[in-house]
């Protein structure tokens, strides 16, 4: 979200997780931003980070003015985000000073203004050269005096001078009733507001930050959660992520042939994928077909058990033959327990970030993610799964979201409200025909590939999950179970008995086939003879014929005219 | 006048002020006044020009300016303003119940 319209406003990098993504690059620069929040909604933490990333990453030293906690309890708060607040003033970078307000011991005589304030002010400014400063709880000044005249237009004045001085300032104030400061100060802070909630949600406590004004920027309007981790402040931007994450076009393996089969032979590397189903129907054994295929590629997975103890689900997967506890050996795979109710949302979301920068694993598994919710998935774990998502996808990661149904008639139900973030769904469920319960498996989504629309019977063995084709019988209806096994064996059996069948008829036509060549050559041979007599008779014939004209030479030689004239025969 | 019997409270005053400005001048001479009206010869009275010493703000906490810190007797008082209303710098310096 960055201002295209008017002349770029120059931004004030805050550093702080997120929220430099929602406004846009950060605080106006140059210009005083007033951060409103009830007690303990983590003000000061979000200023005193502003000052110290701005040392730390900016190079920008800073001022911090405390109206409220000492120097020593801000140092303590800090340290145990890994800042050094001693060492920062030591090196001349920072400047923590306290105004330490006694109303009681004070009394106004006449005409006064702030200028002892201001003085302090500058000195420390100028002693570290500072770009930016954080006034924490500055309303404090309103209740130490009570000539609120003469307050007022010194506030304003010391806004404006902030301005002059070119500094960046946050200036945190205590929510009122009805108010974002109880004294007002948005009157006198007009660049930039923040407002800083913390509210109970279903017994959950969850924070929230908003930018109520951004003068001259255009910025995220929404209530974003924000969480104090180990790293500090973070605001978790639901968008941050974008759609601009690089799509790998690798395919993996989820550990079971048949169902690569099923989508064009894996799902993509970096994919989110959602297995729905009732409870029991084995959508833990799916996961970890592709945990351990994962982990023989040698590949970094995290398992995130969020109803099972890893040792449970380590013994259980034994039985279906797949050996969890050497990858955990191996330090490939890492299981990570939690009580989904234990924190809140944002806690678990930082928690997945922070485990993710450590272990950098390259599939996780969310099992499932229905315990997220007390109830139904809702629109704030929906937006939290969008974000964890959203991490899993920037950094290549492939997900694997488990998501119970309750069945029924709201069966998937509650998977649909998930399945738009992901980009394959597989929905098991149970079958149930012939007094059998079995397990089916069907590819709901499968984003960019071709699949299978079949279901497919999920069988587990104690060698790991199989897919068994479907068998439909003569009615098109699917058999599972054991009424499949007989209908396989009945069509077994008869394709025997059409087999042998098939020999029988083979041999009796060989055996006829044998008679009729007999007959042939019998015919033959009958042939032969009949041609052997047919030549005998014309040899005699011939020489009978021969055997006659010598005769009748003869005869004329013996009436003495050696011709003949007149042949009369005898 | 003063008593050589009893020994007199010792007022420690110190004026914090900015510059020559108006109220500063007009607090200088407010206080100067109301010293010798009320505490003549029992009282040392410092003016600090936190201008020229900027630090020195840090020790008194000094936010508004003119600022007149009561060091002694203890307690610590603090009067602010030009010491236009003698009243209410009385109460402060506690010369006079509230």
């Known amino acids: 979200m960055i201002d295209k319209f008017?002349?770029?406003l120059d931004k004030c990098p805050t550093g702080i997780a997120g929220f430099d993504d929602i406004s846009g690059g950060g605080l106006p620069r140059g210009r005083p931003t007033l951060l409103s929040g009830y007690a303990g909604t983590g003000k000061s933490l979000f200023a005193l980070e502003f000052i110290l990333h701005g040392i730390e990453r900016y190079q920008e030293h800073g001022v911090f003015i405390s109206f409220e906690e000492s120097p020593k309890d801000l140092a303590v708060n800090v340290a145990s985000l890994g800042f050094d607040l001693a060492r920062y003033q030591a090196d001349g970078?920072?400047?923590?000073?306290?105004?330490?307000?006694?109303p009681q011991a004070l009394i106004e005589a006449g005409e006064f203004d702030l200028d002892g304030l201001f003085i302090r002010l500058g000195a420390a400014i100028d002693a570290v050269g500072a770009k930016r400063i954080a006034l924490d709880g500055a309303e404090n000044l309103f209740a130490a005096f009570t000539d609120m005249r003469i307050l007022r237009a010194e506030f304003h004045r010391l806004m404006r001078w902030l301005k002059e001085r070119g500094l960046t300032a946050i200036i945190t104030t205590e929510r009122g009733k009805d108010a974002l400061s109880r004294h007002g100060l948005e009157e006198y802070i007009a660049d930039c507001v923040i407002a800083l909630d913390h509210r109970i949600e279903r017994e959950l406590a969850t924070r929230r930050l908003r930018i109520v004004k951004y003068r001259g920027s255009a910025h995220g309007s929404n209530e974003y959660p924000f969480v104090f981790e180990k790293q500090g402040f973070s605001v978790m931007p639901i968008t941050s992520a974008g759609l601009s994450y690089a799509v790998s076009s690798e395919q993996v393996s989820s550990g079971i042939a048949s169902l690569d089969a099923m989508v064009a032979g894996g799902v993509y590397r970096g994919s989110s994928i959602l297995v729905s189903g009732t409870s029991g129907t084995g959508k833990s054994s799916l996961a970890v077909h592709m945990v351990d295929a994962a982990c023989r590629r040698g590949e970094h997975c995290l398992y995130l058990a969020m109803e099972e103890s890893p040792d449970q689900i380590e013994r259980n997967m034994k039985s279906i033959g797949i050996d969890l506890a050497q990858w955990r050996r191996a330090g490939l795979l890492n299981f990570h327990a939690v009580r989904p109710t234990a924190s809140g949302l944002e806690m678990h979301l930082a928690m997945l970030t922070r485990l993710v920068d450590e272990i950098s694993p390259k599939l996780v598994v969310v099992d499932p993610i229905t315990a997220f919710a007390t109830g139904a998935i809702d629109e704030t774990v929906k937006l939290m799964l969008v974000r964890a998502v959203d991490l899993f996808k920037t950094k290549g990661i492939t997900s694997l979201l488990t998501c119970l149904t309750s069945g029924g008639t709201a069966e998937e139900a509650t998977a649909v409200g998930v399945s738009s973030l992901v980009d394959v769904w597989l929905t098991l469920r149970n079958l149930e025909a012939a007094g059998e319960r079995t397990r089916g498996l069907y590819v709901s989504k499968a984003r960019g590939m071709a699949h299978s629309n079949q279901v497919r019977e999920f069988i587990l063995t104690n060698a790991g999950v199989r897919l068994e084709d479907v068998v439909l019988d003569e009615h098109g209806r699917i058999l599972t179970g054991s009424a499949r096994q007989f209908h396989e064996e009945l069509t077994r059996a008869e394709q025997k008995?059409?087999?042998?069948?098939?020999?029988?008829?083979?041999?009796?036509?060989?055996r006829k086939r044998h008679v009729l060549e007999e007959k042939v050559a019998v015919l033959h041979a009958e042939f032969e003879d009949d041609v052997r007599a047919l030549d005998a008779e014309l040899?005699?014939?011939?020489l009978r014929v021969q055997a006659s004209g010598r005769a009748l030479g003869d005869m004329a030689t013996q009436r003495g005219s050696g011709q003949t004239t007149q042949h009369t025969p005898r | 006048m003063t008593d050589p019997k009893m020994k007199p409270t010792q007022y420690v005053?110190?004026?914090?002020?900015?510059g020559q400005t108006p109220k500063s001048l007009a607090a200088v001479?407010?206080?100067?006044r109301i010293c010798e009206e009320f505490l003549q010869g029992q009282y040392e009275v410092e003016v600090i020009d936190l201008l020229e010493n900027p630090h020195l703000a840090e020790g008194d906490q000094i936010i508004a300016i003119p600022t007149l810190v009561r060091k002694l007797p203890e307690p610590i008082r603090k009067v602010i303003g030009d010491l236009s209303d003698t009243e209410k710098t009385l109460i402060g310096l506690q010369l006079k119940p509230r």
């Open chain 1, 6 to 8: 008017l002349p770029r």
């Open chain 1, 93 to 102: 970078q920072l400047r923590v000073i306290q105004i330490e307000l006694e």
């Open chain 1, 497 to 510: 008995v059409s087999a042998a069948d098939q020999e029988r008829r083979r041999a009796a036509l060989e």
């Open chain 1, 539 to 542: 040899e005699r014939e011939a």
């Open chain 2, 13 to 18: 005053l110190r004026l914090y002020i900015a």
């Open chain 2, 29 to 32: 001479s407010n206080l100067n």
